[in-house]
Nanobody, 116 residues
Framework: QVRLVESGGGLVQPGGSLRLSCAAS????????MGWHRQAPGKQRELVAA???????NYADSVKGRFLIFRDNAKNMVYLQMSRLKPDDTAVYYC??????????WGQGTQVTVSS
């Protein structure tokens, strides 16, 4: 069964931190690319961070230096550590697993709200 399940979203004050977790089924955890995307109200879904199976990473310019993507291979988990959060980071965050031109899977999303 193919599953991606996100958790860890919530309400946080500006400047605060959150860690998002993504539990992936074993069949897709080894996908060439695992990543996090987000979609804010009225905006298109955008890439936040991605990690290849070799460990290389890619970040959106808006989150560089503040967010960190990492994985625990023993647990089939992918994480997004978010620090120095801003109101503009408010969005639904989605975990993604992809093999370019072959398949792409999405989780159900987790809401992150940054507000005082």
């Amino acid at each position: 069964q193919v599953r991606l399940v996100e958790s860890g979203g919530g309400l946080v004050q500006p400047g605060g931190s959150l860690r998002l977790s993504c539990a992936a089924s074993r069949s897709i955890f080894s996908s060439p690319v695992m990543g996090w995307h987000r979609q804010a109200p009225g905006k298109q879904r955008e890439l936040v961070a991605a990690m290849s199976s070799e460990g290389s990473t890619n970040y959106a310019d808006s989150v560089k230096g503040r967010f960190l993507i990492f994985r625990d291979n023993a647990k089939n988990m992918v994480y997004l550590q978010m620090s120095r959060l801003k109101p503009d980071d408010t969005a639904v965050y989605y975990c993604n697993a992809a093999s370019p031109k072959l398949y792409e899977y999405w989780g159900q999303g987790t809401q992150v709200t940054v507000s005082s």
